[in-house]
């Protein structure tokens, strides 16, 4: 079955860190570029961060630059995100997100998500 | 990067049409034929619903299309059903190497 499935989320202090996996089955992983997406709650989608196939090129929003990394390991088909210094702003679901092709494609295949919430 | 605009909200009776904008810059909308279309129903992850302008993803019905004029792209849903009545999240490649999303439009069916 083609799918994604995203594992890592939980519950964690401001200027704590998490670090979010997504499991892919049912492509060839390594074809793909994959990004990470979330919602905060009640709010519209926000891209957070994308990586290409290979792996060998990275790309993030201002808002997570320098505080995130993305990440793929391609024998293992699964897609990581480290999540360093977070900030109460971060609390969102994050879904994982298959390219179409390349990264600039449309996203054609999400996970259900995993529910971050940054608290004290 | 400032995120698309789109409408809040649009209502349509079934069986009839409607259209979604979503208006960017030339830095991203205008710029690119890399606008995409996403569907989402309350607490589900969104669905590919146009990809490249328009272009629809195998599975996705012709009621669905989409076009681009300058720094506006639209989606149209033609024939409206009560399962479409949903939110629409427009998306663009952008000349920083990122991807933006529009704010989101809440479809309702009469």
């Known amino acids: 079955e083609v799918q994604l499935v995203e594992s890592g989320g939980g519950l964690v202090q401001p200027g704590g860190s998490l670090r979010l996996s997504c499991a892919a089955s049912?492509?060839?992983?390594?074809?793909?570029?994959m990004s990470w997406v979330r919602q905060a709650p009640g709010k519209g989608l926000e891209w957070v961060s994308a990586?290409?196939?290979?792996?060998?090129?990275?790309y993030y929003a201002d808002s997570v630059k320098g505080r995130f990394t993305i990440s793929r390991d391609n024998s293992k088909n699964t897609l990581y995100l480290h999540m360093n210094s977070l900030r109460a702003e971060d609390t969102a679901v994050y879904f994982c997100?298959?390219?179409?092709?390349?990264?600039?494609?449309?996203?054609?295949?999400w996970g259900q998500g995993t529910v971050v919430t940054v608290s004290s | 990067q400032s995120a698309l605009t789109q409408p809040a909200s649009v209502s349509g009776s079934p069986g009839q049409s409607i259209t979604i904008s979503c208006t960017g810059t030339?830095?991203?909308?205008?710029?690119?034929?890399?606008v995409s279309w996403y569907q989402q129903h309350p607490g589900k992850a969104p669905k590919l619903m146009i990809y490249?302008?328009?272009i629809r993803p195998s599975g996705v019905s012709k009621r669905f299309s989409g076009s681009k004029s300058g720094n506006t792209a639209s989606l149209t849903i033609s024939g409206l059903q009560a399962e479409d009545e949903a939110d629409y999240y427009c998306?663009?490649?952008?000349?920083?190497?990122?991807?933006?999303f529009g704010g989101g439009t809440k479809l309702t069916v009469l």
């Open positions: 997100a298959k390219s179409h092709f390349d990264f600039w494609d449309g996203l054609d295949l």
């Open positions: 049912g492509f060839t992983f390594s074809n793909f570029a």
């Open positions: 990586v290409s196939g290979s792996g060998g090129s990275t």
């Open positions: 030339s830095s991203d909308v205008g710029g690119y034929n890399y």
């Open positions: 490249d302008v328009s």
């Open positions: 998306g663009s490649y952008t000349s920083s190497s990122t991807r933006v």
